[in-house]
């Protein structure tokens, strides 16, 4: 935390604290921290990480508040969340650089808490999610409402709707693992509900964006909006696959997964055709896309959304935790909904003719994709 010191000195202070952690930290490890260390420890982490400039010192800051976090809450320190809380609620009005420090540390801390598989830990997490989610999704709103304001050309301040564009992914980072870890039946609560609504309309906003021709917005601000539709399809394909009945009674879900199915059907248009063009023209130009577009990563979401509502129908995951009757009903609800609402007879076609004929064609890309890979195999083993 001293300043003073050059940054490369700090910067090795800060990793030998964080791999210290893992090694000292729980009270039966060897050559273990005392009590009295740990807690001068803690209660500087925060200060230290809220305020600092350097975005590389910051990272493996919020690392190591995310280690502690993940073995002393809420035992050994029950008021970490809640110090977080107030600190994101006091930065989000007054202070741009804790506010984006203070999302940072919270994003590593729920990334390691959502990884604890003791009950008690999982309890801990969903007891204080509600009151992140609230605030987050205020802090998300505000900020996303103000940087679309500054590209639709009603503000001139780009630095500023730069930051908001940062903050406002950070949050829905958070949001969506929040969302898929702290809730046991995520369509229950009210809270999810709208929020599961306003990211399907985001969705669509978003996409207008990026993809209206003449383009309406460039490079920074595009790859940014295109990261908010990446975050927003991670959470509808794995709400599906983590929580298949909540996904299948949330709002408006149906008509989600026929709107990606809408993007994976123009998607196929241009991936692949029933009658491939072998020329060596075609094969040349085929091997030059090797990047992947934003489209065809949703397009990935989409088929992976329909795959785990396949799966929810025809091949559901047993469970050998307790379920009562009302919850067995209401996930015979979900499936049955599915199966008769969704995957209609007409459906059903559409997808087996734009699978088998669009995206089982080999293109000369995949073809040296495996290549590559058999080659790699070949030296390893010979």
Known sequence: MDKELPTEIRYLAIIQLKNGIDKYWRKTATNALKAEEKSEIRSHLFESGISEADPQLALQNALAIAKVVRIDYPTEWPEALTSLITILRTASESNPVHLRRGLLILLRTTKELATARLRKSQT????????????????????????LEFLNGNGDDEGGANDAMENSLVALKIIRRLLLVGYEYPNHDKEVQELWTSSQNQFGQFLDMVTREPAIIVAPAKELVEKHMLQLAKLHFQMARDHPAAF???????????????????????YG?????????????????????????????????????????????????????????????????????????????QLADVIVTKFFVFRQADLNAWEEVFNQVLVKYV
């Open 248 to 270: 299948a009674l949330l709002p408006n879900s149906l008509e989600l997964t026929r709107a990606y199915w809408g993007l994976v059907g123009k998607f196929g248009e241009t």
């Open 124 to 147: 801990s997490l969903q007891s204080v999610t509600p009151e992140l989610v609230f605030l987050l999704g205020h802090i998300y709103i505000q900020k996303v409402s103000f940087w």
């Open 273 to 349: 055709s029933a009658k491939p063009d072998f020329s060596a023209k075609a094969l040349s130009q085929d091997n030059m896309r090797d990047d992947v577009t934003v489209l065809e990563k949703l397009s990935l979401k989409g088929l992976l959304i329909l795959r785990y509502c396949v799966k929810m129908v025809f091949s559901p995951s047993q469970s050998f935790k307790y379920r009562t009757p009302e919850i067995k009903e209401e996930q015979a609800q979900a499936a049955n909904l599915i199966k008769t609402q969704l995957f209609t007879n007409d459906l059903v076609c």
